[in-house]
């Protein structure tokens, strides 16, 4: 009945469409050197920024005095206004790279954009310019404290190397110019930046040499007191290796902007201080050489964190590959070792494995995340790793199915006519389900149809099961299933779209498995079109600039990124197409939001409202069904911006700092791509 997600992400536009791989030659990639930071404060640079909203300046860098601060272009760079522009930005080293937020002021009146994160060392966003701009603010981090932040250039692109660019992905180009052509201008705004902003991971030798950047000790300034920092210890298993391996790793140790570092080979005796910061190495790893002083930062800015993991690179060459991953999953950490060992950890915790000089490096990090609390884990999202040697992640399989016993489950199915729909979705509901404790509550907003009448007649004179609850009004989603959820007898609801159809059988046993958990909230399926791609496998924080449904668009098969398409995981929502949540939890929170998100973005909001509550979502892709993608509301993907503008200005509003910044996803990945692409 209702879908979120298409026509807001893909405006005009109703399908994912395939990029075009592109590339920078051979001959430029080895030509190319890092990055040189210029100077920040000459007053003529119209890239110069300064101090506009909550943060000061002072000779150190950049103080921010709340969440949000923001900075201002000293002057407009000039003909950009209007036309495309190419920003090159960066942060600190030692500064988490976090999305900025850009904002284009029209008198009093705003429009904003989410940047990619400079994980690199350096960020680089096309876009366009509104024409109408008075004023370019931009907001780089989202919490207090100093931080470091340079605008390298603004520049014009030109209409032909905007064209060449967007040509990439013809489908968002050809609706970004028809729309502009016809007058619907947030239409056409929005599909320039779908067109500008993903590359294929294939790019990635090309794209990064744009992006890192030398190391400038005036600008990549430690946060903390080195002197007084803790020692990082590398413990390096050298069995079997050969010496130039054990070589490269001690040179890459050596090479440390943090100087109180040791090495040690595991054969060795280890002299290991409560106090250490401990690596596992294999020989032949490498780290960046601003690595070890990225761990230390973070730790100090994390006291509560007793494993830090970081991203990595592998292959060589055109081979080349950044391993972005997640924010902390434990869920997907149970099913597939996405971390491996490129983790830093306390010293305290070897206490807890007295075994830790006979586990291998990968096998020593597994077993400490897997024994971690809740909120000792995070992520130093920066590929600072190149690891000589990967085990494969991928775990025993894990039937994830709940035999715990038989707690009632009531689903919601929210209708209006549509038998066609209607039809297939209670037929496969009532007659495949093999769970034996569930009602099934059917909200008739006012069906007018005889069919639709003498369908729910029939059913529920032959299925006690089902019963139905006429409603009356305009349709509004979040109402219908809040009303759906007060009839409940159930201890957990289930709300489940008209146009879904059940794959597995035990589907519901395979949400209760995670959504009995007493830190879990919302728990949802992964969905198929009806010919077989994948349409929901989560929920994506600021994808098209709000949300959308990341990992959509292919083959039921396909792994996805970090095989989180085939593993269940930890995500920032589900959509209510199919939505598992303990009654008692939803009550909590006050259901679903009928007055503000009546129809889109309330399947969202609940799980960001049950996050703020403590209780996570998963999705549990072991679990199939079948959606026919807002059939129901006759192709939501062809709508106009405008439809829905209240319900995402609503939204944006109450959960801008999470929307820019989705703990689940990596800010060096594209939130215009559907599935795992550069921005």
Known sequence: MRHFGDHYQNAIAPDADRRRPYSISRARMRQAEPLKLPPSDAASDPATLEAARDVRRDEAGFFALSQEPWLRFRALPGAICGGVVELRYAASFYDDPVRPILRFWRGEDFKETILPGPCEGAGVWVGRVPRETTEIWISPTNRPGPFNFRLLSARPVSRFDALRRAAAAPKRLFFALSAGMVGLTEEAELNWRWAFGAAPMSAYPSWRAARIREFDPAFDRPRTDWTNGPRVVALVDERGAAPQDIESTRASLAAQTYANCAFFTKAGDAPIDAQDLVLPLVAGDRLEPYACGCLVEHFARHPQHAIAYADETVGEGDALRPLYKPGWSATL???????????????????????????????????????????????????????????????????????????????????????????????????????????????????????????????????????????????????????????????????????????????????????????????????????????????????????????????????????????????????????????????????????????????????????????????????????????????????????????????????????????????????????????
């Open 333 to 679: 950490h149970g099913f597939e070792n996405y971390v491996g060992r490129a983790a830093c950890f306390r010293a305290r915790l070897l206490a807890e494995r007295p075994d830790w000089r006979e586990a291998n490096a990968d096998e020593l990090i597994d077993g400490l995340l897997s024994a971690a609390r809740p909120g000792e884990i995070g992520a130093l999202r920066r590929p600072i790793f190149r690891l000589a040697r990967t085990v494969e992640p991928r775990r025993t399989a894990i039937n994830a199915v709940f035999r715990g016993g038989t707690p009632a489950v009531t689903v919601v199915v929210p209708t209006r006519d549509r038998v066609d729909l209607l039809a297939p979705c209670l037929d496969s509901l009532l007659g495949r389900t093999l769970y034996p404790q569930f009602e099934v509550v059917v909200v008739d907003n006012d069906s007018v149809e005889p069919r639709t009448q003498a369908l729910l007649g029939t059913l529920q004179a032959k299925d006690v099961r089902l019963k139905v609850l006429p409603t009356r009004g305009p349709f509004n989603f979040s109402g219908l299933s809040n009303a759906g959820a007060r009839t409940a007898r159930g201890d957990f609801l289930v709300f489940l779209n008209n146009d879904t159809e059940i794959v597995t059988p035990d589907w519901i046993e395979r949400l209760l498995y995670f959504a009995i958990a007493p830190d879990v909230g919302a728990v949802g399926a992964k969905l198929l079109y009806p010919r077989g791609l994948v349409q929901h496998a989560g929920v994506l924080l600021g994808m098209g600039g709000v949300a959308g449904h990341f990992g959509a668009g292919v083959s039921a098969s396909d792994r996805g990124w970090m095989d989180r398409n085939v593993s269940p995981h930890e995500v920032s929502a589900v959509t209510g197409a199919c939505m598992m949540i303990e009654r008692r939890k939803f009550n909590a929170v006050g259901g679903f939001d009928e007055v503000d998100l009546p129809v889109e973005l309330n399947d969202v909001d609940l799980c960001l409202r049950l996050a703020a509550r403590g209780w996570r979502s998963i999705c549990n892709t072991q679990t199939l069904l079948i959606h026919r993608q807002s059939a129901s509301r006759k192709g939501s993907a062809l709508r106009l911006q405008r439809v829905y503008e209240k319900e995402r200005c609503a939204f944006f509003a109450r959960w801008r700092a999470v929307v820019r910044d989705d703990p689940h996803f990596h800010p060096g990945l594209s939130l215009y791509a559907s599935t795992e692409a550069l921005p």
